[in-house]
């Protein structure tokens, strides 16, 4: 079993749209969870943490965390063709040790203008 | 804050010789710093994870022979691909731990490694 799982997607909405992304993990020890955006050829950008169960808003991002499901998951709001990236879910802690990050394999988003 | 950068952008080398990647944390101290190397159209793979002052520790499958790391510093680390080879060639990027923000990890922006 995966440790941490996300639908490769690719994921299409049309601008404007929600788009929700969706990722679960296996640790139920897990204590951080992370979202990181990564453009193509590029390197990954720390969007959203959430460390505790509930909804964390940032802007056009909204993460949700439901740690009883193992489930971690991000909103973006009034997408934009600027948001068509791959989001990483990225979880730390748990038996892996608190500084070991796992990353999932990513979602990519595409935005259609 | 948190800025990470990383040098070169890009290195292009012949197979036997050894490439040096830098890693600096420009604006705060990071105690450890993560390397990791991604191949076209697939996900991150974690090689080492280096703490300041210790040996870095390696991922199950990656030879530390071959990739050094140094840590000298709490604001840098170094990455040196030793006697390179074509299958060498990837993506390697570091990152860094901001130990007051509870283990998030800030990437620099990558060295694109291409080994002739």
């Known amino acids: 079993q995966k440790e941490v799982e996300q639908n490769s997607g690719p994921l299409s909405v049309p601008e404007g749209a929600i788009a929700s992304l969706n990722c679960t993990y296996s640790?139920?020890?897990?204590?951080?969870f992370f979202w990181y955006r990564q453009y193509s050829g590029k390197s990954p950008e720390l969007i959203m943490s959430i460390y505790s169960n509930g909804d964390k808003e940032d802007g056009r991002f909204t993460a949700q965390l439901n740690k009883a499901s193992q489930y971690v998951s991000l909103l973006i709001r009034d997408s934009q063709p600027s948001d068509s990236a791959t989001y990483l879910c990225a979880v730390n802690g748990g038996s892996g040790g608190y500084q070991k990050v796992t990353f999932g394999i990513g979602t990519k988003l595409q935005v259609i203008p | 804050g948190a800025v990470v950068s990383q040098h070169p952008s890009w290195v292009i080398c012949k197979s036997g010789t050894s490439v040096k990647i830098e890693c600096r944390s420009l604006?705060?101290?990071?105690?450890?710093m993560f390397w990791y190397r991604q191949f076209p159209k697939q996900s991150l793979m974690l090689m080492a994870t280096s703490n300041e002052g210790s040996k870095a520790t390696y991922e199950q499958g990656v030879e530390k022979d071959k990739f050094l790391i140094n840590h000298a510093s709490l604001t840098l680390s170094t990455l040196t691909v030793t006697s390179a080879h074509p299958e060498d060639s990837s993506f390697y990027i570091c990152s860094a731990e901001a130990g007051t923000r509870r283990y998030e990890q800030y990437f620099g922006p990558g060295t694109r490694l291409t080994v002739t």
């Open positions: 640790d139920r020890g897990s204590q951080s």
């Open positions: 604006d705060f101290q990071a105690t450890t």
